[in-house]
């Protein structure tokens, strides 16, 4: 189990935004984690990444707990978080945003070879290298900020509402270029206020409500259940 997270509450602003969460992430898999907006998946991303800690509850990643360790470290050990909003450095160009994203690594060759690797999945970004990040699209920005967290040779991608503000055409788009990233064998944790996005790319869904999983399992059976169809992807 490449992460694993057990009975996790965590208070953000004296509040128990997130309830006794479980779920885990099989190496080479895609989990998707679904609920609509305030329902606690970015609070649960933040302390994957420590920016928040948890009141209680486990966090394992790849056999160790990380739950009190800091950011940075978390980093090193191979999480790396694209974040909802992108977070992009808009004053610097397209090349320095993704070497920002290597700043764990010290071999050039290395970083020359994952802006390479980069570049498969997004050959736009390689027209726009001189190009201010700020100037670019919404859609090219999502690339890039996918981009920048792939140069830290991550094992777990976590993925925070990446289809959010885009125009339906480019969240088409952003769903194959996240589909070709696991079918090429990455390892990533998708949170998506859109459920229809989230229950199509992953293999496993957990749906999430006011803090709590509310339901869990594989993506295709969750797709089927009639509650999800009503509350999430518009049946009647």
């Given amino acids: 189990m490449l992460l694993n997270v057990k009975d996790l509450r965590i208070y953000y602003k004296k509040a128990e935004a997130v309830k006794g969460v479980s779920f885990y992430v099989e190496e080479g898999t895609l989990v998707s984690i679904i609920g609509a907006n305030g329902a606690g998946k970015t609070t649960i991303l933040k302390t994957l ?6 009141t209680s509850g486990e966090i394992t990643f790849n ?4 739950d009190k360790t800091p950011v940075d470290q978390i980093v090193k050990m191979g999480i790396a978080q694209v974040p909802a909003g992108r977070k992009l450095f808009p004053q ?12 764990t690594i ?3 060759v290395e970083v020359n070879s994952l802006m390479d690797d980069v570049f498969k999945h997004f050959p736009r970004l390689k027209e726009r290298l ?14 890039l900020a996918i981009g920048r967290a792939l140069m830290c040779k991550p094992k777990l991608l976590v993925m925070d509402e990446p289809s959010l503000g885009l125009s339906p055409i480019m969240v088409q788009e952003i769903a ?12 990533i944790l998708l949170v998506e206020q859109n459920a229809n996005l989230g229950l199509k790319l992953a293999d496993r869904t957990y749906v999430l409500e006011l803090g709590k999983v509310v339901l869990e399992g594989k993506s295709a059976d969750i797709m089927n259940n009639p509650i999800v169809k009503r509350a999430y992807l518009g049946a009647t």
Wanted: glycine share 14%.
């Fill in 106 to 108: 010290q071999n050039r």
């Fill in 92 to 103: 610097l160009s397209v090349h320095e945003n993704l070497s920002a994203g290597a700043y």
């Fill in 63 to 66: 056999e160790k707990r990380i």
């Fill in 49 to 54: 990444s420590g920016l928040l800690r948890a």
């Fill in 130 to 143: 001189g190009q201010r990040a700020g100037s670019l699209s919404g859609g090219e920005q999502q690339m």
């Fill in 176 to 187: 194959n270029i996240i589909k070709s990233m696991k079918d090429a064998g990455k390892t």
